[in-house]
Structures are given as structure tokens and as C-alpha cells.
């Protein structure tokens, strides 16, 4: 059964950067479209950022200008490049895809299992 995989997440301070990275595991299907969403305790899961099939994306509004999502076709995976960090956007990060079986023309989304985010004042 395909995941999600998902990569990055740490600690930094304030100021700092850190770049996540998710990929369906194995070679067998190929991602259509994706984001990154968060979600810190007691709050709702919340958008950070989408990419669509055609290339367009969508930013959550506290983090635009800051964050930057990317699809690597090559490498098959969504990016998610985080600059100026502060502590606010400390999170687990979640990633989410559509995803495509080669030679199949149904699509089924997914959800990789999330990737902590710490960031200290």
C-alpha cells in the first residue's frame, strides 16, 4: 500500500529556515497535486500552503511571503521551503497529496503521518 513519506521538520530558532520534502513511497504512482497543512495542539488543522495539478498555488495568509511550495516532477515529490521562521509556526506538519497509479486514471488522496516543527524564541 503506498504513503506518503515525508522529510524535514526539526528545531530551529527564530529567524531560521528548515525545507520539508514528501514523496510517495515506492515507484508505482506519481503526484497529481499536493500541500502542506499544520496543526498545533488544541487548534483546528490548518492550511499552509497547495500546489494544483497545473501549477497554481494557494498560501494560508500568515504565511505568505515566508513559505514557499514547490512540485519536483522529476524527483516526484511537493516541497515546502519555510523561511523566517517564528514560534507561532510551530507545528506538526502534515502532508497531503493526490496521487495517481501509472496507467490507472483514478486518483485517491492521501496524507503522510506528520513531521514536527519546533521553533524557539
Known amino acids: 500500500q503506498v504513503q506518503l513519506v515525508e522529510l524535514g521538520g526539526g528545531s530551529v530558532q527564530a529567524g531560521g529556515s528548515l525545507g520539508l520534502s514528501c514523496a510517495p513511497s515506492?515507484?508505482?504512482?506519481?503526484?497529481?497535486?499536493g500541500g502542506w497543512y499544520r496543526q498545533a495542539p488544541g487548534k483546528q488543522r490548518e492550511l499552509v500552503a497547495t500546489?494544483?495539478?497545473?501549477?497554481?498555488?494557494n498560501y494560508g495568509d500568515f504565511v505568505k511571503g515566508r513559505f514557499t511550495i514547490s512540485r519536483d516532477n522529476t524527483q516526484n515529490t511537493v516541497n515546502l521551503q519555510m523561511n523566517n521562521l517564528k514560534p507561532e509556526d510551530t507545528a506538526v506538519y502534515y502532508c497531503?497529496?493526490?496521487?495517481?497509479?501509472?496507467?490507472?486514471?483514478?486518483?485517491?488522496?492521501?496524507w503522510g503521518q506528520g513531521t514536527q516543527v519546533t521553533v524557539s524564541a
Open positions: 497531503n497529496a493526490v496521487l495517481v497509479r501509472f496507467g490507472s486514471p483514478y486518483e485517491f488522496d492521501y
Open positions: 515506492g515507484s508505482m504512482h506519481r503526484v497529481v497535486s
Open positions: 500546489i494544483s495539478s497545473g501549477g497554481g498555488t
